[in-house]
């Protein structure tokens, strides 16, 4: 089969399109023949060494077909299946654990199918399992363009809350405002100020970060008394260490750093989260919008366009 592999941690030309031996599925697991393959800012971390042990081949997500089962695994030979959290993901084969995967629904193509559940039961485990955003409420969502942006957006917005948002450009206010948000803000020195302006003075319930280090300061300061800060990546960079004590002085506030393998820790959780996203999709309360699809062999190019920060949706690969 092929597969993009990394030898040497680095850019983007770190990932070498290859031939590798077909994995061999263990116990529990299923071999997939991918037909679509999702690329996320995750799989940057990864490449450049961050995340070392996953290694060669990078990639967490995909749907495709089952072609071999390993004894004990639930799902058929020719079922239609798709994970969130696999692994070594960007290959036409992938030996993926059973119980992270769940049937595609009938009316679900590959793209979608492929690309919108790590982000699709990230956003899910942010607002059901984190904070639960009501009507009550104003939240501050991070790039609210982006991948998981657009969809933090949509669903927060599904539930009634006012959503606020910030973006870099025009082109991507466009697309927050026409996903939901409430209000779209630059970033910038004063912005945790005019979250302020916008809440009555009160601050906002809770905010969902994926920026990390350059946003980290200013959602602290925009959330009101008890409120909740979701960190939940670091696009721009860690966030240095931190003194607990600014907790208090703060508000008492609660800040979290969740990743989704901890919120997919039993089979009924993985089918709980997935089959919502589906079916949020399938009822149009979720939007999957696609910022670009490539060939497997192009996966540099993908790593390069969400790097460039350029993108505005989910990134597919599609195996040939
Ligand atoms: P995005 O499509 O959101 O791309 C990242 C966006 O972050 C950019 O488009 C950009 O939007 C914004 N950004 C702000 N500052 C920077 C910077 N210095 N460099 C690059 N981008 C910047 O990516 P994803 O949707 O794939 O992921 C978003 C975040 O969610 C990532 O941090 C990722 O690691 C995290 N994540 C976490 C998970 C978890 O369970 N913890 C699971 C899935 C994703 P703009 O130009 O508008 O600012």
């Known amino acids: 089969m092929h597969a993009i592999v990394v030898t040497e941690p680095g850019g983007p030309d770190a990932l070498r399109y290859r031939r590798m031996p077909d994995p061999v599925p263990g116990p529990g697991e299923v071999l997939v023949r991918t037909r679509a393959i999702g690329v996320n800012y995750r799989d940057v971390y990864v490449r450049r060494g961050e995340y070392p042990a996953e290694l060669p081949v990078p990639g967490l997500e995909g749907a495709g077909e089952v ?8 799902v058929a ?10 692994r070594a993901g960007y290959a036409e ?30 956003a899910h485990y942010l607002l ?10 104003a939240v501050l969502i991070h790039a609210g363009a982006g991948g998981m942006g657009q969809l933090l957006v949509q669903w927060a917005a599904a539930r009634g809350a006012r959503v606020i948002t910030t973006v870099s450009t025009d082109e991507k206010e466009k697309l927050a405002r026409e996903a939901g948000a409430w209000q779209v803000l630059r970033y910038g020195d004063d912005l945790a100020e005019h979250v302020r302006e916008l809440t009555g003075g009160e601050g906002v319930s809770a905010v969902y970060d994926g920026v990390g280090a350059a946003t980290f300061e200013a959602s602290l300061a925009s959330l009101r008394p008890r409120g909740t800060l979701a960190l939940f990546g670091s ?3 860690r966030v240095p260490p931190f003194d607990l004590q600014r907790l208090a002085e703060l508000g008492s ?5 969740p990743v989704l393998p901890h919120f997919l ?26 910022g670009g699809t490539y060939a497997l062999s192009e996966a540099a190019q993908a790593h390069r366009a969400i790097e460039s920060r350029a993108t505005t949706g989910s990134l597919v690969l599609l195996p040939d």
């Open 67 to 74: 072609v071999a089962a390993g004894e004990g695994a639930e």
């Open 235 to 237: 696009a721009s960079g």
């Open 77 to 86: 030979v020719g079922d239609r299946v798709a994970w969130g959290y696999g």
């Open 265 to 290: 820790r039993t089979r009924a959780e993985v089918r709980w989260r997935a089959d919502e996203v589906f079916g949020a999709i399938a009822d149009n309360t979720l939007r999957i919008r696609f």
């Open 253 to 257: 506030l609660l800040v979290t750093r």
């Open 128 to 137: 059901e399992s984190v904070y639960r955003p009501t009507p009550e409420d």
């Open 93 to 122: 084969l992938v030996a993926v654990p059973a119980d992270q995967c769940v049937p595609v629904p009938d009316g679900i193509d590959w793209q979608v199918a492929g690309g919108a559940l790590l982000q699709g039961m990230t």
